[in-house]
C-alpha cells in the first residue's frame, strides 16, 4: 500500500478515475478486526497442521492403554505447544499494528475498484494503486470482502462503506470475474 511520493520536485501522477467503477466512502480498518481476520485466515490456512497436536494425542492414549509406554507429560507438551504456537501468532499480529511501516494498512482509504485495479486515495493528492494480480485470494465475510495479498496483509472492505447494493452487486461480479471467489447460488 504505497503512498504517492509527495514531493515538490517531483510531479504527483494520478491515475485518471474511472467513471464507471465502484468508489467507497472512507474507512480505515480497525486493529482489532485486523487481528481477528488475520487469525482467522492464518487457522483456517494451516488447519491441516492441527492433525499433528491430534495424532500425537491419539498416539499417546494407545501407548498408554498398552501399557507399552504410560505417561502423562507428553499431553501437557501438546497443549503448552498448541498454546505457544498460537499465542506466537496473536503476538506477531498484534505487533503488526504497533509497526511504522505497517501504519499505511490503518489510514483512512477511499476505495475505487474497477476491473483493471484498485485505487486507494487517502487525499486527492495521495494514493496508491494496487493491481488485481497482487490478490492471491478473496472471500466474502459476513460483514463484508476480505481481499487477502499474502499471510498477514489483506484489504477488508465491509459492505456498510460501499455507497449502493448496486456497487456491491459490482464489487461481487468483478471478484467473480477475477475468479477470486465461487458462485453463490
Known sequence: ??????????????????????RTKKYALPTKKYTRL????LFQAQMKWALIP???IIGNVAL??????????????IVIGVLLYILFWVIQFMGITQLEQYKPMFEKYQYEIDPRQIFMKINQKE???????QIQSA?????????VISRGQFLYLPFHIFNSEHDLKIMGRILKQKNLIKDEN
Open 38 to 41: 488475520a487469525l482467522k485466515h
Open 1 to 22: 500500500m504505497a503512498k504517492v511520493p509527495v514531493n515538490k520536485h517531483q510531479p504527483i501522477y494520478q491515475v485518471p478515475s474511472n467513471p464507471t467503477a465502484v
Open 139 to 147: 472471500y466474502k465475510d459476513p460483514e463484508g470482502f476480505v481481499l
Open 127 to 133: 494514493g496508491g494503486v494496487m493491481k488485481w494480480e
Open 64 to 77: 498408554n492403554l498398552t501399557k507399552a509406554y504410560p505417561n502423562v507429560w507428553i499431553y501437557v507438551v
Open 54 to 56: 491430534l495424532a500425537l
